[in-house]
Structures are given as structure tokens and as C-alpha cells.
């Protein structure tokens, strides 16, 4: 079956910058892109980013523009999500989830890790 | 980008029918997207492109798409489906961003 599993919670402090990985199993790893979405405590989701694992193209969500990269390492179907210059507005769960594309207007999410809860102290 | 609008909060009886809407600019030449959210747990995808639903979630739940407002039917509502839900779109003629509305918490009453 389908699994993402995220690494671990983190604490880090204003200014620093946080790495947070998603392992995939359970499929054929290259077939699907991955987003990152994530969620301050009490609101909603926010989608932060794409990234093709099949030709590494990537879509960033405006607000993250310049402060977020995804990388992926194929030979350990992994995504990595990292955001730079944190401050306390970052604290959330931050998940990745699986993309579905059914053309031509439709991208949804069929599978999610299970949250990595980031925490920014100053 | 793209904005979808969802009402904050949706009450219904047990047994009876829950209606959540997701208003947006032409909504209806999008698919829609639907999660569920219960509390500490990551979102559950429970109607996809409008109106199918994932297998093993129940008949209860289904979607419709039209217009400027997408919506979500939880039939014959149940105690177990109290949660957050929330409606997602990709807006493929813009930034290509992946959006979500603010989510609508359903109590069970």
C-alpha cells in the first residue's frame, strides 16, 4: 500500500532553517509528484510546493517563493522540503501528500505522510 | 490566485443531511477536490474531480460542481463524521498553484 513517512518533529529558533524529508513506498516512486502542505495550529492547509519526481519541475507556491526548495534523492524514493529564514509564523504541521492529475483540470492528493510539527522559537 | 470561500462551521442532526458549499470564480470549469479532517489527524480525501469518491469511503458522501459553488452531501450523517472539511482546486490557468478553501467545521449535534 501506499506509504509516506515523515521524518520527526523539530524545534528551531527564528532566522534558522528547517529540512524535512517524506519516504515513499508502495509505489512506483517517479509516477506521481509530490506537494507540500502545511498547517499552523488552529487554521487551514497551505499549499507550499510541487515537484515532479519524474523530471524534477517544480512549482512554488507565491508565498514561499525564494525561501523554500524541494530536492528529491531517487535511489531512496525520498522528497525533501526545506524553508529558510524561519520565524514564528512557520510553526506548523508541515505534510507531504501524493498527486493524482486527472487532465484536464483536476490535482488532488490520495495519500499524506503523517505531519512532521515544526516549532520556531525566537 | 485563485480564492475559494467555504463557511466557517455547518451544524446537522444525526441521520440527517449535511450540505458544505466551496464558492469560487467559475468553480464549476475546475475539478474539485474534498478532505476530510478530524482533530490530530492528517486530511482523508473523500470525493475527488467533482464528485468521485476514493475507495472505502461510504455512499454518504458525494459532490456535485457547478457554476460558482462546488458542494459536498454527507447523507444519513453519523457521530464519526464530525471534522474539518476542506475544498482544494489546482488552478491550472493561472500559477498552476494548488489551493485549498479555509475548511468548515461540521458538528454533529
Known amino acids: 500500500q501506499v506509504q509516506l513517512v515523515q521524518s520527526g518533529p523539530e524545534v528551531k529558533k527564528s532566522g534558522a532553517s528547517l529540512k524535512v524529508s517524506c519516504k515513499a513506498s508502495?509505489?512506483?516512486?517517479?509516477?506521481?509528484?509530490i506537494s507540500w502542505v502545511r498547517q499552523a495550529p488552529g487554521k487551514g492547509l497551505e499549499w507550499m510546493g510541487w515537484?515532479?519526481?519524474?523530471?524534477?519541475?517544480?512549482n512554488y507556491g507565491q508565498k514561499f517563493q525564494g525561501r523554500v526548495t524541494l530536492t528529491t534523492d531517487t535511489s531512496t524514493s525520498t522528497v525533501y522540503m526545506e524553508l529558510r529564514n524561519l520565524n514564528s509564523d512557520d510553526t506548523a504541521v508541515y505534510y507531504c501528500?501524493?498527486?493524482?492529475?486527472?487532465?484536464?483540470?483536476?490535482?488532488?492528493?490520495?495519500?499524506w505522510g503523517q505531519g512532521t510539527l515544526v516549532t520556531v522559537s525566537s | 490566485s485563485f480564492v475559494l470561500t467555504q463557511p466557517p462551521s455547518v451544524s446537522v442532526a444525526p441521520g440527517q443531511t449535511a450540505t458544505i458549499t466551496c464558492g469560487g470564480k467559475n468553480i464549476g470549469s475546475k475539478g474539485v477536490n474534498w478532505y476530510r479532517q478530524r482533530p490530530g489527524q492528517a486530511p482523508l480525501l473523500v470525493v475527488y474531480h467533482n464528485a468521485d469518491r476514493p475507495s472505502g469511503i461510504p455512499e454518504r458522501f458525494s459532490g456535485s460542481n457547478s457554476g460558482n459553488t462546488a458542494t459536498l452531501t454527507i447523507s444519513r450523517v453519523e457521530a464519526g463524521d464530525e471534522a474539518d472539511y476542506f475544498c482544494q482546486v489546482w488552478d491550472s490557468s493561472s500559477d498552476h498553484s494548488r489551493v485549498f478553501g479555509g475548511g468548515t467545521k461540521l458538528t454533529v449535534l
Open positions: 501528500a501524493r498527486e493524482i492529475v486527472v487532465v484536464p483540470s483536476t490535482v488532488y492528493f490520495d495519500s
Open positions: 508502495g509505489y512506483t516512486f517517479t509516477n506521481h509528484g
Open positions: 515537484i515532479s519526481l519524474y523530471n524534477n519541475n517544480l
